[in-house]
């Protein structure tokens, strides 16, 4: 499987190469070439397979040759191996009708160990391979940061520095960052920066030629396509305990840069019977606009309890409009230039039916967070993060059939959020052994005021330039 970029002029790369790279050098996502597509007999095999079988049986025609699947397997049961469920993504019933997909039982308590204990072992297998040192360069608005860190923390051959808006993450996500003190791991904090600024800061520094001619820069943000690769696993997952092939089930997703809603539509691109992907929002809802109108501007940041979510743009909103307007990459291209220099543009007739034709979207207000924890808590005793309560009130809110099964997404473990969880239920979750003593541990950042060259030039002093 080779891969090519959303904007149609940079390299196609092997799968290998998509996931050093991150970005692509026209300012493009990497997207496979076609999608591979399961048969319902090969999808009805796959029932009832441990999660890291499964996990190796969904992701290779992805890799292609860049692993063999012996070794893609070996990976996949070093990956899931630190889930502390036997299930890795365990899938929990509130009522007839809405389901919980727990997607928070790794090391960092939220979703992104899923795809980031993964991308950490596929970093070391690839760059063991050539002389590079890896630079990885990301933004967090909190969960990111913190599953990055733990994946590559003492790993050769890499260096991640990492931003976070200043004060705007929680206690939990920030020590989760800045108490791992490897030497190769760099947390910085960005002052009076929200995560948008921080985020246009790190794609400048892909398309910056003074870096990435001096340092091989790697990103484990969403726009890194192996995290979306590894997501696609548990829609199939959830799919298949709920009866799949011959059954559609529903999604509600909460959702920020549209990496782990993308990974749902790569899986009804595979095969899987989605009956709707609900895109979930909080009051930052500009994917919530853009579906129910196809306008897509990006208004102001708005901090809430649920932060992983506070995010005007959305990355990953451009693989989807290059999937569904023929893959023209000039006309995206096009579309995209007008929206970095306007922060708005509508979306093309083909975009709006496409998205229409399996998306749906809903947005969830503080009150409606804080009703979808307690009627949780009271109708099934579940304590649930803000960001999955979002998901809850949009799956709640859809209307679908009865007979249509909705999983919500769990994102987030409810300690990671406790504040927010004991103010809706009166209950504080307790934090998981897991955790250990965070609050005791030794905490190591450095703060630098939002500016650009201040930013590059802290990377460049400490990050291992290209060995040739
Ligand atoms: C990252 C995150 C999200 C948003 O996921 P995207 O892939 O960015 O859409 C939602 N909830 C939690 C808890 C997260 O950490």
């Known amino acids: 499987m080779d891969y090519i970029s959303t904007r149609g002029s940079a390299p196609a790369l092997d799968f290998a190469g998509a996931t050093l790279a991150g970005l692509a050098s026209d300012g493009g996502l990497y997207v496979p070439r076609m999608w591979p597509r399961f048969s319902a007999d090969e ?34 049961r070093a990956a899931y191996g630190r889930f502390a469920h036997a299930a890795v993504t365990p899938l929990k019933q509130l009522d007839e009708q809405n389901w919980l997909l727990e997607l928070f039982h790794g090391p960092t308590l939220a979703f992104k160990d899923v795809a980031l204990q ?33 994946a590559v923390a003492g790993r050769a051959k890499v260096d991640i520095f990492m931003l976070h808006p200043h004060g705007r993450v929680s206690d939990v996500q920030r020590r989760q960052m800045t108490t791992v003190l490897a030497p190769n791991v760099h947390n910085i904090a960005v002052t009076d920066a929200t995560f ?37 696993v548990y829609y199939f997952a959830a799919g298949l305990q709920l009866g799949a092939p011959h059954r559609p089930v529903a999604f ?47 208004g102001t940041v708005t901090p809430t309890a649920a932060p992983s979510m506070d995010i005007q743009v959305s990355s990953n909103f451009e693989r989807l409009l290059f999937d569904l307007n023929g893959r023209d990459g000039t006309a995206l291209a096009a579309q995209m230039a007008t929206f970095e220099a306007t922060r708005a543009m509508q979306l093309t007739n083909a975009q709006r039916e496409g998205a229409a034709a399996l998306f ?27 960001h999955t309560a979002i998901g809850l009130h949009a799956a709640r809110s859809a209307g679908l059939p009865r007979d249509v099964p909705v999983v919500t997404l769990a994102t987030a473990h409810p300690a990671k959020f406790r504040d927010a969880v004991e103010r809706a239920t009166g209950h504080r979750p307790s934090l998981p052994a897991r955790i250990g003593d965070l609050f005791e541990r030794e905490e190591r950042m450095i703060e ?21």
């Open 252 to 298: 509600a997703v909460p959702t920020g840069n549209f990496g782990d809603v993308f990974a749902g539509y790569v899986a009804a691109q595979m095969g899987l019977p989605v009956a709707r992907l609900i895109v979930a929002t909080n009051v930052n809802d500009i994917l919530h606009r853009a579906l129910t109108s196809g306008d897509y501007s990006a």
């Open 448 to 468: 630098l005021p939002g500016d650009y060259a201040a930013i590059a030039g802290y990377v460049a002093a400490h990050a291992v330039p290209r060995a040739g």
């Open 360 to 386: 749906s979207s809903a947005r969830a207000d503080a009150d409606q967070m804080s009703q979808a924890i307690r009627w949780a808590w009271e109708a099934s005793g579940e304590l649930l993060d803000p």
């Open 196 to 232: 948008d600024d921080a985020q246009a800061m790190v794609k400048r520094m892909f398309n910056d030629e003074g870096m990435t001619g001096r340092f091989a820069i790697g990103a484990v943000n969403s726009i890194n396509w192996a995290r979306l690769m590894a997501q696609v």
């Open 43 to 76: 999808i009805a095999a796959m029932a009832g397979l441990p999660y890291a079988e499964l996990a190796a049986r969904i992701m290779q025609p992805f890799v292609g040759d860049s692993l063999t699947p012996e070794r893609l397997l070996e990976l996949t």
């Open 118 to 150: 993964l991308l950490g072992l596929l970093f070391e297998e690839f760059l063991g391979r050539g002389s590079d040192n890896l630079t990885i360069v990301g933004a967090t608005s909190g969960d990111t940061g913190s599953a990055a860190i733990d």
